[in-house]
């Protein structure tokens, strides 16, 4: 900043009236017949400008530290398609290596869980209306085997349908301690949707209206889009099947970034509901007085009937938390660990998040950069390529499912061609990569369910439809491009994991933690 500004103003004689040779002093002298008021008014005027000049140094020097500490810090980028499990995975590097701050987030967290719960609730009740306007044609009920013919069944021979879907044997309903409301009596496969279910259907409907306003609030931009008759994309997964009706009402997903958290906060203060109350307590509240019906809404029979006559899995949606209806919508619910991991907050853009870890002087700092998975984000990726140390890249092994964005578009193959282009970038050749076959957890229900890989991947042939074939197939697949495309030779790292599992992703994230801390230390000639 110029010098100028930094002399004593305070001072009773003018700088200035020393340096009678300087052309920029004369023009800057005080008028001779200059009154005491004048002068008392130039003096506070200029300490203002010497004040604020030398908070703008500050900030110069405060950038200058950052710009050095950014270049000295470790950077990864996560990357990977959207729904992969990115932001998954930060939620568990901040759990393992900063849980103060990951804890401090958990009321923020409280409201977007409601969400997600009342998201799936959404899709159920829109999928319920659905069958009341077409219903599906109940199949006979399938054959109740005795425990003895059972016992002649042979090992792993599929248990009938009742069994699993926690109906009971016989189609008896399980004890009534374990459900609120039941709606049904008829047995499994044959109980219609009642009067019984349109009367609670329509009992949860403000639910959906509060939710609809809080999320227009807490992501105003929506609301022009949904104005504007704009297709959202969904948090029903693409392989769910629904009529163009149900597709048009599909609700768009929770996102993060734009300072959600903020927005949350300065809503929890602003009294706008009924009572007084702000919307995120009258959710709250109408969500505690709906408990039951949501919780004997997804536990009856003929509803559970109804999904799997569709097809429909919305255990599979992302921020899934019907299971834990009862909790979530409590008054009293605080989340947990898991529930926060587990929650669904689709990102926007680029996220930077810092952590400072505990190993040390140099490289004890991070960045960790979280993006938008989804097709219309990546090219928002590529300035981050420029000087990112590593990359961990989600490739969840989903053979079966087609993308969110488009459905002609298979997720693995999606995956696939991504890998490939990450590993022969060239702004990207000295980074490691690290890939992250995420959603085993998935990957192991799908293959249990006899989905067979080969019906999608035709060049799996008939190689045993298990995890560790399925696997090794596809670790080599990876391996291959990685080594045929990536610019110069580096490791090839792949870890097996279900990030919601923050356990066992704990044990993996210090490995690979010290994997890249490594790679970063040799790269700066530290060892
Ligand atoms: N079952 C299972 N679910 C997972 C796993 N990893 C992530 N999820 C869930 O998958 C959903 C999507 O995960 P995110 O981490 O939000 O995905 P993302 O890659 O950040 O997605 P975008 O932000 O849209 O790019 C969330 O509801 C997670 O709870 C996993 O290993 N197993
Ligand atoms: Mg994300």
Same mark, same amino acid.
């Given at each position: 900043m110029a010098s100028l500004a930094r002399r004593p103003f305070h001072a009773n004689h003018a700088p200035y009236e020393d340096r009678q040779d300087d052309p920029l002093a004369k023009v800057l002298q $005080? $008028? $001779?017949?200059?009154?005491p008021e004048q002068r008392a008014r130039r003096e506070q005027e200029a300490n203002e400008a010497h004040r604020v000049s030398l908070q703008i140094d500050e900030g110069i020097q405060e950038d200058r530290k950052a710009y050095e500490r950014r270049k000295k810090a470790v950077k990864v980028l996560l990357l990977g398609? &959207?729904?992969?499990g990115k932001s998954t995975t930060l939620k568990n590097f901040q759990l393992a290596f900063t849980p103060a701050h990951f804890r401090n987030e958990r009321l923020a967290w409280r409201t977007i869980i409601q969400l997600n719960l009342i998201r799936s609730l959404k899709t159920l009740l829109e999928v319920m209306q659905e069958e009341m306007a077409h219903p599906t044609e109940a199949p006979p009920p399938p054959p109740v085997l005795s425990e003895k013919a059972r016992g002649k069944l042979p090992m792993g021979a599929p248990v009938p349908l009742s069994v699993v879907n926690g109906v009971g044997p016989a189609g008896k309903p399980p004890p009534?301690?374990? #459900?609120? /409301? #039941?709606?049904s009596t008829q047995p499994a496969s044959q109980a219609p949707l009642t009067d019984v279910h349109r009367r609670a259907r329509m009992r949860l409907l403000p639910l959906l209206k509060l939710e609809s306003e809080l999320t227009l609030q807490l992501f105003p931009e929506l609301a022009a889009a949904i104005a504007q008759g704009q297709s959202l994309e969904g948090a /029903? $997964? &693409?392989n769910v099947s629904f009529t163009p009706a149900l597709t048009a009402t599909k609700e768009v997903t929770v996102r993060a970034g734009n300072g959600w958290k903020d927005v949350l906060g300065k809503l929890q203060k602003e009294k706008k509901g009924k009572q007084g109350q702000s919307l995120i307590d009258e959710l709250s509240a109408v969500l505690d007085a709906s408990k039951e019906d949501i919780v004997g809404m997804w536990e009856d029979r003929a509803v559970k009937d109804m999904l799997r006559r569709r097809g429909i899995r919305l255990q599979d949606m992302p921020g899934f938390f019907l299971n834990d209806a009862m909790r979530v919508s409590a008054a009293v619910y605080e989340p947990t660990d898991d529930d926060i991991v587990r929650a669904r907050l689709r990102t926007l853009g680029v996220e930077e998040h810092r952590f400072t870890m505990e190993s040390g002087a140099s490289g004890s700092e991070w960045y960790i950069y979280d993006v938008g998975g989804n097709r219309g984000m990546r090219p928002h990726w590529i300035p981050y390529f420029d000087d990112v140390q590593a990359i961990i890249f989600l490739a969840p092994l989903a053979f079966n499912l087609m993308l969110?964005?488009?459905?002609? /578009?298979n997720r693995l193959e999606d995956s696939i061609t991504l890998w490939r282009e990450i590993c022969g970038n060239a702004l990207l050749e000295r980074a490691t990569l690290i890939l992250f076959f995420n959603k085993m957890d998935i990957l192991q229900a799908t293959l249990a369910a006899g989905i067979r890989v080969q019906k999608f991947v035709p060049s799996y042939g008939d190689q045993p439809n298990d995890v560790v074939h399925v696997v090794k197939y596809f670790r080599e697949k990876f391996r291959g491009y990685h080594k045929r495309l990536s610019p110069q030779a580096r490791p090839f790292y792949c870890h097996e994991t279900s990030v919601i599992d923050t356990r066992a992703t704990a044990v993996i994230l210090v490995g690979v933690r010290e994997g890249i801390l490594r790679a970063h230390l040799q790269s700066v000639n530290v060892i």
């Amino acid at each position: 900043m110029a010098s100028l500004a930094r002399r004593p103003f305070h001072a009773n004689h003018a700088p200035y009236e020393d340096r009678q040779d300087d052309p920029l002093a004369k023009v800057l002298q $005080p $008028p $001779p017949d200059e009154s005491p008021e004048q002068r008392a008014r130039r003096e506070q005027e200029a300490n203002e400008a010497h004040r604020v000049s030398l908070q703008i140094d500050e900030g110069i020097q405060e950038d200058r530290k950052a710009y050095e500490r950014r270049k000295k810090a470790v950077k990864v980028l996560l990357l990977g398609q &959207a729904e992969s499990g990115k932001s998954t995975t930060l939620k568990n590097f901040q759990l393992a290596f900063t849980p103060a701050h990951f804890r401090n987030e958990r009321l923020a967290w409280r409201t977007i869980i409601q969400l997600n719960l009342i998201r799936s609730l959404k899709t159920l009740l829109e999928v319920m209306q659905e069958e009341m306007a077409h219903p599906t044609e109940a199949p006979p009920p399938p054959p109740v085997l005795s425990e003895k013919a059972r016992g002649k069944l042979p090992m792993g021979a599929p248990v009938p349908l009742s069994v699993v879907n926690g109906v009971g044997p016989a189609g008896k309903p399980p004890p009534a301690a374990t #459900r609120s /409301v #039941r709606f049904s009596t008829q047995p499994a496969s044959q109980a219609p949707l009642t009067d019984v279910h349109r009367r609670a259907r329509m009992r949860l409907l403000p639910l959906l209206k509060l939710e609809s306003e809080l999320t227009l609030q807490l992501f105003p931009e929506l609301a022009a889009a949904i104005a504007q008759g704009q297709s959202l994309e969904g948090a /029903v $997964p &693409a392989n769910v099947s629904f009529t163009p009706a149900l597709t048009a009402t599909k609700e768009v997903t929770v996102r993060a970034g734009n300072g959600w958290k903020d927005v949350l906060g300065k809503l929890q203060k602003e009294k706008k509901g009924k009572q007084g109350q702000s919307l995120i307590d009258e959710l709250s509240a109408v969500l505690d007085a709906s408990k039951e019906d949501i919780v004997g809404m997804w536990e009856d029979r003929a509803v559970k009937d109804m999904l799997r006559r569709r097809g429909i899995r919305l255990q599979d949606m992302p921020g899934f938390f019907l299971n834990d209806a009862m909790r979530v919508s409590a008054a009293v619910y605080e989340p947990t660990d898991d529930d926060i991991v587990r929650a669904r907050l689709r990102t926007l853009g680029v996220e930077e998040h810092r952590f400072t870890m505990e190993s040390g002087a140099s490289g004890s700092e991070w960045y960790i950069y979280d993006v938008g998975g989804n097709r219309g984000m990546r090219p928002h990726w590529i300035p981050y390529f420029d000087d990112v140390q590593a990359i961990i890249f989600l490739a969840p092994l989903a053979f079966n499912l087609m993308l969110e964005e488009d459905s002609k /578009v298979n997720r693995l193959e999606d995956s696939i061609t991504l890998w490939r282009e990450i590993c022969g970038n060239a702004l990207l050749e000295r980074a490691t990569l690290i890939l992250f076959f995420n959603k085993m957890d998935i990957l192991q229900a799908t293959l249990a369910a006899g989905i067979r890989v080969q019906k999608f991947v035709p060049s799996y042939g008939d190689q045993p439809n298990d995890v560790v074939h399925v696997v090794k197939y596809f670790r080599e697949k990876f391996r291959g491009y990685h080594k045929r495309l990536s610019p110069q030779a580096r490791p090839f790292y792949c870890h097996e994991t279900s990030v919601i599992d923050t356990r066992a992703t704990a044990v993996i994230l210090v490995g690979v933690r010290e994997g890249i801390l490594r790679a970063h230390l040799q790269s700066v000639n530290v060892i």
